[in-house]
C-alpha cells in the first residue's frame, strides 16, 4: 500500500547539524498530518515536530528554534532540519504521516518510517 524511506542521520559534534528526510509511496490519495518523533535509550517515544497539511509546525519546546520541519507535497517528501544540536538530542528518529488511500474503503491510516539513529557527542 504504502512504502516509506527515511534518510538521514549520523553522529555529529554538539553544536553541529544534520537533516533527515522521509519519502511516501505508494497508493496515496493525499497526505494529512506529517511528524517526526524520538525515542531516547530507556524513554518512551515522543512526538518532535508536527507539519500541518498548509504548512502549520508545531514544536516540542526543547527543540523550537533549533529544528525545523517542512514538507514537500508534491515530492510527499517530509523533512527535518536540525541545527545547535545537544548530547541530549541522541535518539532514534522516526518520521510518521496520516495517509489517506487511494482506496477510500480503507480510509485514512498511519505509516512510520524504520528510523534512523541520531547521536550527538559533546
Known amino acids: 500500500q504504502v512504502q516509506v524511506v527515511e534518510s538521514g542521520g549520523g553522529l555529529v559534534q554538539a553544536g553541529g547539524s544534520l537533516s533527515l528526510s522521509c519519502t511516501f509511496s505508494?497508493?496515496?490519495?493525499?497526505?494529512?498530518?506529517m511528524g517526526w518523533y524520538r525515542q531516547a535509550p530507556g524513554k518512551q517515544r515522543e512526538l518532535v515536530a508536527s507539519?500541518?497539511?498548509?504548512?502549520?509546525?508545531n514544536y516540542k519546546d526543547p527543540v523550537k528554534g533549533r529544528f525545523t520541519a517542512s514538507r514537500d507535497n508534491a515530492k510527499n517528501t517530509v523533512y527535518l532540519q536540525m541545527n545547535s544540536l545537544k548530547p541530549e538530542d541522541t535518539a532514534v528518529y522516526y518520521c510518521?504521516?496520516?495517509?489517506?488511500?487511494?482506496?477510500?474503503?480503507?480510509?485514512?491510516?498511519?505509516?512510520w518510517g524504520q528510523g534512523t539513529q541520531v547521536t550527538v557527542s559533546s
Open positions: 510518521s504521516a496520516n495517509i489517506a488511500l487511494t482506496d477510500w474503503r480503507m480510509g485514512s491510516r498511519d505509516y
Open positions: 505508494g497508493s496515496i490519495s493525499r497526505i494529512n498530518t
Open positions: 507539519i500541518f497539511n498548509g504548512g502549520r509546525t
